[in-house]
């Protein structure tokens, strides 16, 4: 039997004439994201800027899209994205096709389990460092802490580099290349030609300027030592392709700033929504410290620890699943495709989001509690594997999500050991989307030395 081609469109709204709902997208994201999926079911459509668009939110057709990537589907990034190609250049995040696999096989063996082991003493290292800044009684902006913290050590793991005293500048540049990445998804910005010069345009170019920058410098003396490190950064300077050439300078810089930049905010904003919602849940806040009490008995974290700081693994995992930092993201398909039984249009833009998943009450009991709880209980009773996506999936799934879980439950074990951190309930808590979801106004918090 022939089968029938699927004729089916999926219904949704089409906004105003050109800007489409770019208006609403812009105001509000996730509200207009989760009133889709609510109004128009899991194949939702409609239009940004005359870009045909769908957001796809049933896990099992969420996962194969996913998996397809690269098949099928595109990754998408650079589609229609001048910021994104301005900021990430060529690299891990935003190449394509067969230099994208090479890179990524290149890369990959760096952030296996083995490798990243080596790291752990390191974070524990530079988190008692933060804990020996803090005072007893102070009150803290702790977003600003963790931004700092895990800048220093993605510069230590990429390139062994200490920059303990110095991340100011870099940190004002990463700031302006986050807000143009969130200005173009959700402001007027959107719709101006990529030729028209704004004002977060401008500090935006200005902050890759500013980091390429100081990436060159390190590449430069990197170039004239004679003894080797083994950091990732030798690794890629090393690498030679079949021609037996090295990677050009301007590829190499594109792999590292991608790198640097995708490997350091996504693990403290994801710190800083756990500080949020563990002092806002006391009794989640004392198992945690019981257990670190118990496993650590007073000692500095380890990276065998790791496994056995159960609880605390829930809690981050449990926070990536409220607040996942990369909200959202998209596919372009190749071809004419069917998902959930609808037709797609080739270069339709398949919005995935994994806000829209994680909060919906199918797939997770009581989405809006904070219950690391659901993570511990048996395999069979766990949450829809395919419905949790903090890291994405398929192919294209996030290279440092081993690293990321590993220096997420160190940090919180290390500092949790020896303070009590409780974000204040008064001060003013907006989401920010820019590029990520992160506290606009950061967050602060008063720390309480606990006698260790
Ligand atoms: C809690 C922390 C993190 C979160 C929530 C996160 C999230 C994600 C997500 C959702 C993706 C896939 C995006 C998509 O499918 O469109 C991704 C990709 C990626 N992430 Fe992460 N990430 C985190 C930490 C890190 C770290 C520590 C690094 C590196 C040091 C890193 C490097 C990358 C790279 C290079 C990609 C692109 C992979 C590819 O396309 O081959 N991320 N991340």
Not at 18 to 34: H, L, Y
Not at 141 to 153: F, S
Not at 184 to 191: G, L, M, N, V, Y
Not at 386 to 393: T, V
Request: aromatic letters at 8%.
């Amino acid at each position: 039997m022939v089968s029938q081609p699927i004729e089916k469109k999926p219904v949704g709204t089409s906004g105003l004439p050109f800007i489409g709902s770019m208006v609403d997208f812009a105001r509000n994201p996730i509200q207009f994201i989760t009133g889709l999926q609510a109004d128009y079911g899991d194949v939702a459509a409609f239009s940004l800027l005359g870009n045909k668009s769908v957001l796809v939110s049933n896990p099992h057709d969420v996962e194969r899209v996913l998996l397809e990537t690269g098949k099928r589907y595109d990754n998408g990034k650079q589609t229609g994205s001048h910021t994104m190609e301005t900021i990430l250049g060529n690299g891990l995040v935003t190449s394509e096709g067969d230099f994208w696999k090479r890179q990524r096989k290149l890369i990959a063996p760096s952030f296996h389990h083995q490798s990243i082991k080596k790291y752990a003493e390191q974070i524990v290292t530079y988190s008692q460092d933060l804990a020996a800044t803090w005072q007893n009684g102070a009150v803290r902006d702790v977003h600003q802490d963790m931004m700092t913290l895990t800048q220093r050590i993605i510069m230590k793991v990429l390139f062994d580099v200490d920059v303990r005293d110095n991340t100011g500048e870099a940190s004002e540049a990463f700031d302006a290349m986050m807000k143009a990445m969130g200005a173009e998804q959700t402001s007027i910005e959107a719709i101006l030609p990529n030729f028209i010069p704004t004002r977060s345009r401008s500090r935006m170019q200005a902050g890759v300027t500013y980091i390429n920058g100081m990436l060159m410098e390190i590449i430069e003396k990197r170039r004239t030592e004679t003894s080797t490190r083994h950091d990732l950064l030798t690794m890629l300077m090393e690498t030679r392709d079949d021609e037996g050439q090295p990677m050009s300078t301007n590829q190499l810089l594109d792999e590292i700033r991608t790198l640097y930049l995708a490997g350091h905010e996504t693990t403290a904003t994801t710190l800083s929504w756990a500080w949020m919602l563990i002092s806002q849940n006391p009794d989640v806040y004392a198992k945690l410290e019981a257990e670190v009490d118990r496993v650590l008995e007073g000692r500095a974290p380890t990276a065998d620890d790791v496994g056995q700081l159960t609880y605390c693994n829930a809690v981050i995992k449990e926070s990536l699943r409220y607040y996942p930092v990369a909200w959202i993201t998209r596919r372009v398909p190749l071809e004419d495709v069917e998902i959930g039984g609808y037709h797609i249009d080739k270069g339709t833009f398949v919005f995935l989001s994994p806000w829209v998943l994680h909060h919906d009450p199918r797939w997770f009991d009581q989405p809006e509690r904070f219950m690391p709880e659901r993570w511990l209980k048996d395999k069979a009773e766990q949450p829809m594997r395919e419905a949790y996506i903090p890291f994405g999936g398929g192919p294209r799934v996030c290279i440092g999500n081993g690293f990321a879980m590993m220096e997420s439950v160190l940090i919180l074990a290390a500092l949790v050991q020896q303070f009590h951190v409780a974000v204040l309930p008064e001060q003013r808590l907006d989401i920010e989307l820019a590029g990520t979801l992160r506290p606009k106004f950061g967050l602060n918090a008063k720390l309480t030395g606990r006698g260790g």
